[in-house]
Structures are given as structure tokens and as C-alpha cells.
């Protein structure tokens, strides 16, 4: 039998299949994501005392929410040796309920009036629970997405991938705007804030009981039958052998946090705290621009797909258009001034994020693919994620003109995180010839043969 017949291919509705049920766990992440902040302030009203000052209740509650922050490493890396071990479905499962079940209760727990400190106690546990999920999630969906959806297909499905976490902060954005309009300030303080939370426990709920039909990997298949999974923990053998591989990847993965921040979340202060511009027009704006940046994670899967771009290239030529777009909007006193570059920041920022997650899926070999995932995407999360906002806030304090500094470093260190990670890059499957991405050189593996393939390097 010949080498590219050792994994049959899986069929095209097998693939929908896939990247459909990591979209909707890609979504539900980031749609938890917006609505607790939005309702941070409702949240803190129904399980912080009432004797407690209101900005105390709100540092209460945003130390709940950031604890899921705190444990998102540990847990995911966790979570991902046991993908690498014992199957990228059954953990691709498992973290998405760990998402929902929370999610559902935050909804439904009874508040601080009615149980007292158990109230914030048991918040705080779902949170926790979230933060264990969250650090397995994408780095799942871009593992069993990528196993499943090969050739020239995969960069788009990355994309998509890319393209449903925007969906999920647009998404949250949008129910929680049109149920306050709907109900009313004040039921939404009283009752209201809770329909999010159930709608994406449910959502949730439903899209694990889907993953049940999908269909465990044809490469972890094929790992498993050749005896191929890591003898080690993955972990230290991520740590050990993929030390170079393990740093560019978290430098592709912290540029990835900080521009999302600078150019997502930051703007909103920004530009309406310190240039004064109205509240209304900078939220449409950088709703528009969220919108964009969906458009833009597909549109580059399609460049690459249809063969306008090379990957490398595109990356590389996206990300100088979204450095110069970050100059070129940060300087701008008007709305007006603010569309244009809003528009390019968009689609340029999207297509190198959706670009960025092909890169990523072929930092690590198969065997140890999940774990070396979740530790280059999970600690920079925890690192520069939570502090994006703060360092751009004591910047724009000394000087307007040094904001767009920050983000601009990282997309320097992407570039050349990437034309270095680049030549390292690993085959998705062993055991596939025709992989048109694959390192040169590249020889598939045939059936039968026992090898520790794909743990050095």
C-alpha cells in the first residue's frame, strides 16, 4: 500500500462537519467573553454585598472574571496532553461542555440576597471552570480542524475558524444591545442580564451534544494504531525537543492579543475618553471594523486557497498594511478621519489573524500538536492579554503619540516570528505525501511503520 493511502480522506461532509462544530465553540467562547464584561456592572449589583462601595463590587467582580484568566495555562495544557494521549474528539468535547455547563449556571445561580457568599463563591467556581475550557478550546478546534480539513482547503478553514471567534463578539455585542433597548435599563439590571447567559448555556449545550457526530481524526487514528502517541507527557517533550518552534509560536500568538486589544478594545477608550469623539459614532465604527475583520479572516483563507498569495507572502504583506493602519488611525481627531483607516485595520488585521492560525497548526508535529498549541497560545493569553489595555493606557498618560508603539512592536515580532517558524513548519499528518504545505523533503510514513516521527525537531 502506498504512503499516501495510509489515511483514507476523509469526505467533504466529514469536514463540514468538523469545522462547523469548532465554529460554534469558537463562538460561544468569545460570545461569554463580551457578555460578562458588558454586564459586569449587573452582575456585580446580584453577587457582590450591598455594603460594599460600587467601584469595590466591581473590582470584586472583574478579579472573578480575570481568575478564569489566571488558570486558562495549566488547565489547557492539561486538557491538551490528554488530546494528544487519548483523542482530540473526546477533549474537543469535554472543554466545550466545561464552557457551557457555566455558562447555563451563571445564568440561573441565585444571587448574593438570596444565598449570600455562596453566591460569588460558586461564580467564581464556574469561572474557573471557564478558564480550564478556554485554555483548551481553540487550541482543540485548530487541532482537530486541521487533521480533518487538508490540501489547499485547510488555510480556509482557518479562517473560518478565525472568522467564527469575531461572529461570537458581535454576536454577544448584539444581544446584549438589543435586549437592554427590548427590556430596559432597569429590567436588564433586575432580570434581564441573565437571558445571555442561558442562550449561550443552551448554544452550548446543543453544539456538544453535535460534536457527539463528528468523527475522531484520521490522523490520531493512524498515531494510535502505529503505536506513534508520545511515550513522554507531551508537555516535556514540547519543552525539550520544540523549544525554537514553542517561543516563535508564542510570539505569533502574543502579536495576535495585543493588536486584537489596540485595535478592538482599546479604540473605545481612546477615542472617547481622551479625543473626545462621541460614544455612538466610536462604537459603530469599531463595530464596523469587528465586522470587517470577519471578512477579512475568511478573505485570506480564499487569497491563499486560490493560489493570488502565497501564505508567507500574505502574511507578511498584511501585516505591514495593518502596522502602517494602526499609525494612520491612532492619528485621527475626527470620526470622519477615523473610516477609512478603520476599514483597512479591518480587513488587513483580520486576513493576518485567520493567516496566523495555518501557522500555528504546523508549529508541531502530530503526536504532541495539541499541547504545543495550547502552551504557545495560553500563556501569552494570560500574559499580554491581561495586560494589553493597562500598558496602553499608561502610554497614551505619557504621550497620545506613543499608543501605537505597542501593538506596532508585535507586528514587527510576528513577521519575524514567522519567516523564521516558517522553515520549521511540520507536515500535518505524517503519513500524507500530498500535503502542498508540508516542509520539503517531507516523506510519509506507510502503514506498519513504527516510529517516533514528528517529536524532534
Keep these: 500500500m502506498q504512503a499516501s493511502e495510509a489515511v483514507p480522506p476523509v469526505s467533504r461532509w466529514e469536514q463540514i462537519k468538523a469545522l462547523g462544530v469548532a465554529s460554534l465553540g469558537g463562538m460561544l467562547e468569545y460570545f461569554e467573553f463580551i457578555i460578562f464584561v458588558f454586564l459586569a456592572s449587573q452582575i456585580a449589583h446580584h453577587f457582590t454585598s450591598p455594603d460594599m462601595p460600587e467601584w469595590l463590587r466591581l473590582m470584586q467582580t472583574f478579579g472573578i472574571f480575570a481568575a478564569g484568566f489566571f488558570v486558562r495555562p495549566v488547565g489547557g495544557i492539561i486538557m491538551a496532553q490528554l488530546g494528544d494521549l487519548i ?12 464552557m457551557a455547563g457555566p455558562t447555563l449556571v451563571i445564568g440561573l445561580l441565585p444571587g448574593y440576597e438570596q444565598i449570600g457568599f455562596w453566591a460569588p463563591v460558586i461564580l467564581l467556581l464556574c469561572r474557573l471552570l471557564q478558564g480550564v475550557s478556554l ?14 480539513v487538508s490540501g489547499t482547503r485547510l488555510v480556509f478553514a482557518m479562517g473560518i475558524l478565525a472568522g467564527s471567534i469575531c461572529l461570537g463578539s458581535l454576536s454577544g455585542s448584539v444581544v446584549v444591545s438589543s ?7 432597569e429590567t436588564m439590571d433586575e432580570w434581564g442580564w441573565r437571558l445571555p447567559f442561558i442562550m449561550g448555556g ?7 451534544y453535535l460534536r457527539r457526530f463528528t468523527s475522531e481524526t484520521p490522523v490520531f487514528k493512524e498515531l494510535k494504531a502505529q503505536r506513534m502517541l508520545s511515550e513522554q507527557a507531551p508537555f516535556k517533550v514540547v519543552v525539550a525537543q520544540h523549544r525554537r518552534n514553542l517561543v516563535l509560536a508564542m510570539v505569533l500568538a502574543a502579536a495576535t492579543t495585543v493588536i486584537t486589544a489596540s485595535t478592538q478594545q482599546f479604540p473605545m477608550t481612546f477615542f472617547t475618553s481622551i479625543r473626545g469623539l462621541p460614544l455612538e459614532g466610536v462604537s459603530s465604527l469599531v463595530t464596523m471594523m469587528i465586522a470587517l ?3 477579512g479572516n475568511i478573505l485570506g483563507g480564499l487569497l491563499v486557497m486560490w493560489r493570488v498569495l502565497p501564505l508567507l507572502l500574505a502574511y507578511v504583506l498584511f501585516q505591514v498594511v495593518t502596522l502602517i493602519s494602526i499609525f494612520w488611525a491612532y492619528g485621527q481627531t475626527s470620526l470622519e478621519g477615523l ?3 478603520f476599514t483597512v485595520l479591518g480587513l488587513s488585521g483580520g486576513i493576518a489573524m485567520g ?6 497548526a504546523r508549529a508541531f508535529p502530530a503526536p504532541i500538536r495539541y499541547t504545543g498549541l495550547a502552551t504557545c497560545y495560553n500563556i501569552p493569553i494570560a500574559i499580554f492579554g491581561g495586560t494589553a489595555l493597562l500598558v496602553l493606557t499608561y502610554l497614551s498618560n505619557v504621550s497620545l503619540t506613543y499608543v501605537p508603539f ?4 508585535f507586528c514587527v515580532a510576528s513577521i519575524i516570528a514567522v519567516v523564521y517558524l516558517w522553515p520549521h513548519r511540520h507536515a500535518i499528518s505524517p503519513f500524507d505525501e500530498n500535503d502542498p504545505h508540508a516542509p520539503r523533503g517531507h516523506k510519509a510514513l506507510p502503514r506498519g511503520q513504527i516510529a517516533e516521527a514528528g517529536t524532534s525537531g
Design 179 to 185: 435586549l437592554t433597548n427590548l427590556l430596559g435599563a
Design 202 to 208: 443552551i448554544f452550548g449545550v446543543l453544539s456538544v
Design 87 to 98: 483523542g482530540r474528539k473526546r477533549i474537543f468535547t469535554l472543554t466545550l461542555a466545561l
Design 293 to 295: 475583520t470577519l471578512v
Design 406 to 409: 505597542y501593538p506596532a512592536f
Design 339 to 341: 473610516v477609512l483607516p
Design 355 to 360: 493567516l496566523s492560525l495555518t501557522f500555528l
Design 135 to 148: 485554555g483548551g478550546e481553540l487550541p482543540g478546534a485548530i487541532s482537530f480542524v486541521s487533521e480533518q
